[in-house]
């Protein structure tokens, strides 16, 4: 039965209670410590006390755009279709660059014309993409903090039903900033000192030798399925959970034992 077909109590119950879901809005930020983000869900919560706010990352390396723009697209495919998702990784903040809202099919992305959104941009289908207007959001903003005068106050009001349209422009996807993620670049490291690489592994397969180089040094792994395909302290590759090619050591840190680093190029051959 269509919700027009309901009786009129019912209906009105229905289609109020559609409009009174708490929205989820998830942050992703470089800031490193729970001041700063406090401050965000405090304006989210001060706009919507409804919202359910979720930290998706706050510990993005300062300033690397590439890493967060690899965040937000991964960690967004796991949350539920309507999330708005506020990215602050903004060196740029204050200056001449644009805050954007983008409106996908699965939800909404929240933050700077820096290339943040580059992977959300091929991912997803982009319905809508709004420039906004700072002085229509908060007047009163300063020039450092985008993220709670702006961002925070965009995601809390899009949250309420408001149309980006009422405080911003259209244009198009084509006008936008993006990154140029290279072959073999290193896009993230976890906790554990793994390393996630561009690459998508399609054309390795189970036990293939490989040999991977960086700088003077070179190792010689197995492409296996997880860690203990390997005694404990050796090197392993693998197709990781996020599906591009992951570089780990059993129980240990590849990041420091090779001395690797984000934005480095890694040479990879099959033997």
């Given at each position: 039965?269509?919700?027009?077909?309901?009786?009129?109590?019912?209906?009105?119950?229905?289609?109020?209670?559609?409009?009174?879901?708490?929205?989820?809005?998830?942050?992703?930020?470089?800031?490193?410590?729970?001041?700063?983000?406090?401050?965000?869900?405090?304006?989210?919560?001060?706009?919507?006390h409804e919202a359910e706010v979720v930290i998706l990352a706050n510990d993005i390396s300062p300033f690397n755009i590439g890493e967060g723009a690899f965040v937000l697209a991964e960690g967004s495919k796991y949350f539920p279709q309507g999330t708005i998702f506020v990215g602050v990784i903004d060196p740029g903040v204050g200056t001449s660059r644009r805050s954007l809202v983008l409106e996908t099919d699965s939800g909404w992305y929240v933050g700077p014309?820096?290339?943040?959104?580059?992977?959300?941009?091929?991912?997803?289908?982009?319905?809508?993409?709004?420039?906004?207007?700072?002085?229509?959001?908060?007047?009163?903003?300063?020039?450092?903090?985008?993220?709670?005068?702006?961002?925070?106050?965009?995601?809390?009001?899009?949250?309420?039903?408001?149309?980006?349209?009422?405080?911003?422009?259209?244009?198009?996807?084509?006008?936008?900033?993006?990154?140029?993620?290279?072959?073999?670049?290193?896009?993230?490291?976890?906790?554990?000192?793994?390393?996630?690489?561009?690459?998508?592994?399609?054309?390795?397969?189970?036990?293939?030798?490989?040999?991977?180089?960086?700088?003077?040094?070179?190792?010689?792994?197995?492409?296996?399925?997880?860690?203990?395909?390997?005694?404990?302290?050796?090197?392993?590759?693998?197709?990781?959970?996020?599906?591009?090619?992951?570089?780990?050591?059993?129980?240990?840190?590849?990041?420091?034992?090779?001395?690797?680093?984000?934005?480095?190029?890694?040479?990879?051959?099959?033997?």
């Amino acid at each position: 039965m269509d919700s027009h077909q309901l009786p009129r109590r019912l209906g009105c119950f229905f289609i109020n209670n559609i409009k009174n879901m708490k929205s989820i809005i998830a942050i992703v930020s470089d800031f490193g410590d729970d001041f700063a983000v406090a401050q965000l869900v405090g304006v989210i919560k001060k706009i919507n006390h409804e919202a359910e706010v979720v930290i998706l990352a706050n510990d993005i390396s300062p300033f690397n755009i590439g890493e967060g723009a690899f965040v937000l697209a991964e960690g967004s495919k796991y949350f539920p279709q309507g999330t708005i998702f506020v990215g602050v990784i903004d060196p740029g903040v204050g200056t001449s660059r644009r805050s954007l809202v983008l409106e996908t099919d699965s939800g909404w992305y929240v933050g700077p014309d820096n290339g943040l959104f580059t992977l959300i941009i091929k991912d997803q289908r982009i319905k809508r993409v709004t420039v906004i207007h700072e002085d229509k959001i908060n007047e009163t903003r300063t020039a450092t903090f985008h993220g709670r005068d702006v961002f925070a106050h965009v995601a809390a009001k899009l949250s309420l039903g408001q149309n980006q349209n009422d405080w911003g422009a259209s244009i198009q996807i084509g006008e936008l900033n993006q990154l140029k993620f290279r072959d073999n670049e290193i896009i993230y490291f976890d906790c554990y000192g793994n390393a996630k690489i561009n690459q998508n592994c399609d054309r390795f397969s189970f036990g293939d030798k490989l040999k991977i180089s960086c700088k003077s040094k070179s190792i010689e792994v197995i492409f296996g399925k997880t860690f203990g395909d390997v005694t404990v302290g050796d090197f392993v590759a693998y197709k990781g959970s996020n599906n591009c090619l992951e570089l780990a050591i059993n129980q240990d840190s590849v990041r420091e034992k090779l001395g690797l680093r984000l934005g480095q190029i890694l040479q990879i051959d099959k033997e």
